[in-house]
C-alpha cells in the first residue's frame, strides 16, 4: 500500500513555488518532490515493464499524426491507464497540483495524460515544446524523474531553453534526472530537450489538457 497522505501537509510552500514560478518564467524545478515510497513504486513498475517489452517506441505526433523518427527521438513509452497502485497513487498525487494551479492561475486544467518513458542509453529528445501548434491540447506539462543514484557523467540532462530563443541559443538551465525530481512547464511555451543519455533513464512524462468539449465533441481521452 502507498500512502502518500502524509506528505500532502508539507506542501504548502512548495505549491506556491510553482504557481509563482510558472506564472513568471514558465517552469519549475521542484527537487525530491515524489514521496520515496511513490518513487520506488512507480520505479520498480517501470523497470518490469520494460523487461517484460511492454513498452513501445516513442513518437512524435498523436494519433493520425503520430510518425516515428529517430533523428528526433528516441525512447520508449507506455501509457499510464490507472491499473496499479503505484500509477492510482502517482494520478492522486498529481491531482493535488492540478487543483492548485486551477485556483491560483486560472488554467482550467481538465485532465492528465501520463505516460512512462525510458531513454535507452544513447536515447535522447532533440529541442520542441509540448504543445501541438494551434491545438490547445496540452497546457501545463510535468516530468517525474524515477531514476536511483544519476551522477552527472550518466548525461540524459533536461535542457529547458527561453521562450523566445533561437535553435542555436544555449539553453537557461540544464536539470540532472534525478530520482524524485519534478518539473512543471507550460506546455506552449518552454523549448526543451533531453540531451543524449549514457546509463538508461527513467522517468514519467504527463500533460494537463484542458476540456475542448462541444456539442459535436466530447474531449476526454477514450
Known sequence: ???????????????????DD???????????????????????ELIALDDAAGLEA?????????MLDRDIRKARITWMDGESAPQRAFLAWAEMFRLHLNRELLLGLFELEASFAV????????????????????????????????RAEDGGTLAIFAAESDASDAPLIRLMPVG????????????HAVEPTIAKR??????W?????????VDPIG
Open 1 to 19: 500500500m502507498i500512502a502518500i497522505s502524509a506528505h500532502f501537509g508539507t506542501l504548502h510552500n512548495r505549491l506556491a513555488a510553482i504557481a
Open 22 to 44: 510558472l506564472a513568471v518564467k514558465g517552469w519549475s524545478h521542484q527537487p525530491g518532490l515524489l514521496p520515496a515510497d511513490l518513487l520506488e513504486g512507480l520505479r520498480a
Open 58 to 66: 516513442a513518437g512524435i505526433g498523436r494519433q493520425d499524426a503520430l
Open 119 to 150: 531513454y535507452p542509453p544513447g536515447g535522447f529528445y532533440e529541442r520542441h515544446v509540448d504543445s501541438f501548434c494551434g491545438a490547445r491540447n496540452r497546457i501545463v506539462s510535468l516530468v517525474v524523474y524515477l531514476n536511483a543514484d544519476w
Open 180 to 191: 524524485g525530481d519534478a518539473v512543471f512547464m507550460m506546455s506552449e511555451d518552454v523549448p
Open 202 to 207: 527513467l522517468a514519467i512524462a504527463a500533460w
Open 209 to 217: 489538457r484542458v476540456n475542448q468539449s462541444s456539442a459535436d465533441r
